[in-house]
């Protein structure tokens, strides 16, 4: 039931691109994606309710294809700030089970 | 605004002892609640929801129990501790859709010696 992401881990430098993918086995209704510091609680960044919805805020973009039960996160430029633990996260069509991604460590360097 | 409490910050506690994890929202009514743990450097694991008052559903086998005695309380609880029980316990509430963001607490670090 876990959606799966990929890469596990990414090192960027500070103004290069980085595309984090989650797939699901199962059938997707919603994505979601979370920011993790490390020591902290996830923190809300977006959610795709249609296939092929696309959304952004800053530089911070993401897409869901419905058909292929896939989103993608999308960074651009990335900052320091970035760094962290990022997690796709999907509901069960009744929307009391939340299931999150196997997470993708993304650590931007100077 | 709708704010969720969780306590304690920290916790060490021997095997074999007892264990009582509390959590409230404030600012909402009749949300979904769910308890979460994270081992050291790992994912979020789904422990427990809750969509109402006494209804628990519970996620993995173990030795680890919740209850929702009230509707904004989430209590975390186990008679005896296990060395694997240690890690990062979050707790988050959501409305009742499938579009509704995870909002949650700042977690409990429980370190079982």
């Known amino acids: 039931q876990q959606p799966v992401q990929s890469p596990q881990a990414v090192i960027l430098r500070e103004g290069e691109d980085a595309v984090i993918n989650c797939s699901s086995s199962k059938a997707l209704y919603s994505v979601h994606w979370y920011r993790q510091k490390h020591g902290e609680a996830p923190v809300f960044l977006m959610i795709?309710?249609?296939?092929?919805e696309q959304k952004g805020h800053d530089k911070i973009s993401a897409s869901f294809n419905e058909k292929k039960q896939q989103s993608s996160l999308y960074l651009t430029a990335s900052q320091l700030s970035y760094s962290g633990t990022y997690f796709c996260g999907t509901a069960s069509n009744t929307g009391n089970q939340f299931y999150f991604g196997t997470g993708t460590s993304l650590t931007v360097i100077p | 605004s709708q704010t969720i409490h969780q306590w304690p910050a920290t916790l060490v506690q021997p095997v074999g002892s007892p264990l009582s994890l509390e959590c409230t929202v404030e600012g909402t009514s009749n949300p979904n609640l769910y308890w979460y743990r994270q081992a050291a450097g790992r994912g979020l694991q789904l422990l427990f929801y809750s969509v109402g008052i006494g209804q628990i559903s519970s996620e993995v086998p173990q030795n680890l129990s919740a209850s929702r005695p009230q509707d904004r309380q989430f209590i975390l609880s186990s008679k005896k501790l296990l060395l694997s029980d240690s890690g990062f316990y979050l707790c988050?509430?959501?409305?009742?859709?499938?579009?509704?963001?995870?909002?949650f607490g700042n977690g409990t670090r429980l370190t079982v010696t």
């Open positions: 988050a509430w959501s409305g009742i859709t499938y579009n509704s963001p995870l909002h």
């Open positions: 795709l309710l249609k296939g092929g």
